[in-house]
Structures are given as C-alpha cells and as structure tokens.
DNA sequence: CTGAAAGCGCTTACAG
DNA sequence: CTGAAAGCGCTTACAG
C-alpha cells in the first residue's frame, strides 16, 4: 500500500479550504531581551502543546521593532495563518491594532487595556499583586518597596496597582520614592534595589523573579540579610525561586496553561464554536519560603506564647 | 490609492510558486526541561533576525515525543516550508531521518554523528572544551572532574571528548568516577556536583552555565570555597554566567549567531545558491573570571616573585 | 449517496 | 517586451 505515503499539499489544502491550520504568535520583541526571560518558552510550550493535540501547527513571529511593519504584513497576509496569539500586551501595540481592525481572530495573552470586547487570558494581575503586598504588610512590615515591571506592559501597570491597593487597604500611602521600575532583566533588579536602599525599606515586592535575582545580589552585597534586614516577595514561580537563597516567596501563575488555554481558545474562535468565554482568567497562588519571613513570624509566635 | 492595502493570499502564492517563504525550526523535546535554557531563546532570536531580513517566516515545532509521528508528518507535508532547521542533533534522531532520506532541505544546529554530507551550524564542541580543560590543568589542578550533558545529545558527546582530550594531553588518564552526567537542569548539576564531591576532585568542568549554577550552590552547601578548595570552568556564557558568585569562567559561543547562520545557510540551499560551506564552524572563546582561580594563581606568583 | 467539475488566487511559461 | 491563459493540488458545492 505505497499510499500511506501520501502526503496532501498544504498550500493547496489552504487554498481550497480558505484555512491552514496553522496559528500565529507574535512575541512583541520592543523588549527584545525578555525573551531570555522562562516566561516565553514555557508560554510557548503550552501553545505547541495544543496545537499538538489539536493538529495545528504554529507560526512564531518576534516583532523586533525595526521590522514591526513587516510582520503585521505577514500577520494579516491572507491565508498564511487561521489566527493569531498575542504574547505580552503593550500598552501601545501597533500588531493588535492591525489585527483588531482587519478583523483577524485573535487572543491575547494578557488583558487589553482599552477594548474590552478582545478575547483574552490572564492571570488577576492586580488582584495576585495586592495580595502579595497584603501578605508582607500582614506581617507587620512598614515600608514596603516595590520594583515594578517595564510600565508599557499591561500586566505589569497592574501588579503595581496591586501594589498601591494593598497599601490603601491598610491606609498607607504609596511613596514613589519606593517604587522603582525595572525591565524584567536581572540586571534591572539589581540596579533597582540598590537605588531603593537608601530608602531603608523594611520589605519590597518585585514583578519577577528574574528581577528578585539581582535585588538579592544587590542586598547581599550591601550586606543585608533576607529576611531579617529586608523582607523579599517575588512574582512568577520560576523553577529557580525555589533555590535562591534564601528561597523566593512568590506568587505562582500557571505560564504553561496560559499558553494553552490561548491557542484552545483561539481554534474555538477559528471555528466559530464559540463556547469559550471572552475572558479566561488563570488562578495564582502566593507560594511561602524563607524570603518574606513568615516562617520566622510564626516561630517567634511560638516562643512569645510559651 | 487603495491598492496599498492588497495582501496577496499566501497560500495561493505557495501553490502557484511551489515555495513559501517559511522556514520550519525542530526543535527536539526528548528533552523538554531543556527548552527553558536560554539557550533557546536566543538560537530563536538569531534564526527570526534571519527571517525578517530575509522576508522569511518561522514554523516552530516543539517535538514532543509522543507527538513526533505528527510533527514529521507535518514536516514533510509538501508545499509547507521551503526547509527545516533542527536543532541539537540527537544521537538518534527520527526527524533528521525522514527529512534526509525525503530531501527536504535542511540544516542542522550540531554535527550530525553519521551522515556527514549534512550542512551544519556548530561550535568546535570538542576542542573548545578541551581547551578549557588544560586551561584548568595548566593551573595546577591535579583532579579535575567534568558534569556532561545529556549523553544522546552529540555536541555534549564532544565536549566529553574533549575532557578526555585534555587529560590525555598532559598524560592522565580519565576515572570515571570524576565524570558525572547531568540533563542540563540547574538541579542536575546540583546532583551531579554531590556526587562527585566525595571524590575530593579540585577542579571541575561543567558542560553548561545552567548546571554550573547547581553545581555552586552544591558546593556552597558542602561549605566548599570556589575557587580556593575547587575550581569551576562552564560552558556557555550566559548573562548571568558573570553575576555569580564567584563569577564564572566558562567557554562563550555565539548562540545567536549560530541561528541566523542557520537560517541563511538554509536559505541558500533552498534557492540553490550553493556558496555557503557545508559546515561553518563559530569561534569560541574562554572567558577567564573568578571561578577557576586564573586570577589568584597569578596574584600568587607576583607575590612569589617579590 | 456518489463522483466529476469548478474554483480557490496566485505564478510563470508561452504566444503574440 | 507585454498580456492572456494554463496550471499549481486541493476542497466543496452541485449535478446526477
């Protein structure tokens, strides 16, 4: 039977049936060096992993700003892709608007801050934020620094949101003299954190654990130790935060099924089965080590009440 | 002018021209755990660079084990890709079989171990490590031990090689009780590096950054100073090798570069400009920091000499 | 229910 | 050199 053999021609297949069963996603590259960041080969991961499953195949455009006009051209290119995932929302996205206006089906992965009727997945950025902030003031912490993520990112604007909810919630006041803006690089943290020290913050927040990295370089070269002289909480839950020193209290987001739950919702919207709901929003979960010190609390409970 | 806003339909295109303009990228998941090195990342980065200077897209298939049937299906689904680019060369490798015996165009990012007509895109694993070996023994170091990477992956084959090289070199033979294998993980080096400690080695060569970060925090656990009680050669250059603590000396390649060749390697061979060599060999170079204790030994000596 | 035919939107070889 | 026509290899609506 040599027609097992048979392979059909997708670039007829395509043509005839007007879809390619191919996805694209577009990693906005104006911040080119996150893409060493774990987040975005794990979010890939989860999308090759649907696609997989659902024989698709992905196309993987990054979006380096100097050749930002070409990709839209390819993105919106009639018949190339049936859709399209968008990684990492920009506040200011030239892809999405291209996309959003030609009416190509798209998810984002991250909420779009200004049309609300665009599909998306998420975590609760600003809800995960607060409660890790909550968490430190709970702790009896008084000047919580935090070092925000690159402001032209959406999600990041509102883990410091977050932020500034938790201190409103105890009735403090946020200091921007302890609010530093990092890039998502480990060499940001560590250039924020030694900015914020002469602050004297008690404990900080950071947006990730990449950049929670370099905070703890920075504090251990200026000799303070976590979380005796500065209490530390991180964002991400990357494999490593559990083996820093000390290891990173952090809120965990599930990257992989983020990526996942996109491409699924996506071939949905291809196919106009349109059961996924228009936002789906991930659970996270404040994960406790040694950094933030509430297992160090809690033994000093122990020996207050003897 | 309306006309400016016309997408040419690319399936359409594909059909009638017989090529795409996409350039597919396999990138094996044997060994999944792998894809969240940055080593990745930055391979995809030089191969995207190629792509948009070139007006070529990129198919990314993550080729997962249990979904590998499919990925070569869709491989070698005609009128697809115009080629393929597979990175790191398994020892067996079912892909690089179907795509060679169908004469798919493709390129490798690794020497294949068997048919050497393939064109490739490599670093000199085996001599560059044997260089940062001998660069350990030429300091003094009598028990040098080695982490290898995953055994089935070639070009870590060759950097083991090329410790055996080196000892060779200076007239020692190779104990396999100095020689551990890892899987690329930060845990793995931490494994490995408990291991092989009480084999009391006093240097050590570990085949990535990312297991040398394991490796350190084995060692700072055992209370082992580095690189006064052992010393600590990587391979890879990460940006991170020269935030830790010691710094790392390790063996840099140009990961990114390897891609874009790659990729335009691949380009030639579709349009059949044959001028590219079959192999390109990238340089390597030894970057000398704290961890090996180049820098002492040479404090040593001028104070010897005074 | 089955099967031959039209058509998807381009590129390219070829007639003029 | 220019332009109309054939053909790339499928899918699908439609005639039988």
Chains 1, 2 share one sequence.
């Not at 996309?99 to 049309?115: A, D, E, M, T, W």
Request: glycine share 6%; net charge positive; charged share 25%.
């Amino acid at each position: 039977m040599q027609i097992l053999n048979y392979q059909p021609n997708a670039a007829a297949r395509g043509l005839a049936a007007g879809r390619t069963r191919i996805l694209g996603l577009v990693i906005p590259m104006g911040v080119a060096y996150l893409f060493s960041d774990p987040y975005f080969p794990r979010l890939i991961q989860g999308i090759s992993r649907a696609c997989n499953q659902h024989d698709y195949s992905t196309m993987l455009w990054l979006a380096e700003p100097e050749y930002e006009h070409r990709t839209i051209q390819q993105i919106v290119s009639a018949a190339m892709i049936d859709g399209v995932i968008i990684a990492s929302v920009l506040t200011d996205d030239a892809v999405i608007e291209a996309v959003y206006s030609r009416r190509i089906p798209f998810v984002l992965v991250g909420r779009h801050p200004v049309h609300s009727d665009i599909k998306y997945v998420d975590v609760d950025n600003r809800l995960s934020a607060r409660d890790a902030v909550l968490h430190l003031l709970r702790l009896g912490y008084k000047r919580v620094a935090t070092i925000a993520g690159p402001l032209n990112m959406v999600g990041r604007l509102d883990r410091l949101a977050g932020y500034t909810d938790a201190l409103k919630a105890r009735g403090l006041v946020s200091d921007a003299n302890l609010i530093a803006e990092g890039d998502f690089t480990e060499e940001s943290g560590y250039r924020a954190m030694q900015q914020l020290l002469p602050q004297a913050p008690d404990a900080i927040f950071i947006a990730s654990d990449t950049m929670a990295l370099g905070a703890l370089r920075a504090l251990r070269e200026a000799g303070k130790r976590v979380p005796d002289d500065i209490a530390v909480v991180a964002y991400d839950d990357m494999p490593f935060a559990a083996r820093t020193e000390p290891p990173l209290t952090t809120v965990r987001q599930p990257i992989h099924r983020a990526g996942f739950v996109a491409a699924e919702t996506l071939m949905d919207l291809i196919n106009e089965r349109d059961g996924k709901p228009r936002r789906v929003i991930l659970p996270t979960k404040l994960v406790i080590r040694e950094s933030c010190g509430a297992h160090r609390a809690a033994e000093k409970r122990m020996h207050t009440r003897r």
